[in-house]
């Protein structure tokens, strides 16, 4: 089993200058910053956007036919099988 101090992180262990010249990020806003430019990031917000409008597009076309959440997974015409 992992000691304690083995599962901190560098600059919890006082290791920071070991490991990276930086010092832990002081905030979340710093710590996001940092990763907002990344190219993972990007196209995982892309692809955020892209899920939260295919959801939007079902939530208005379900209202427009008048159905709750609970009658979706029904067919939209003809009698219930």
Partial sequence: ?????QALR????????AVSDRAPPSSYEELAAGRRDSDEYLEGYAEARRAFL?????????????RSQVELPAPLQGPPL
């Fill in 1 to 5: 089993m992992p000691r304690l101090v």
């Fill in 10 to 17: 560098p600059w919890q262990r006082g290791e920071a200058a």
């Fill in 54 to 66: 295919i959801g939007q597009a079902v939530r208005e076309r379900r209202l427009a036919a008048g």
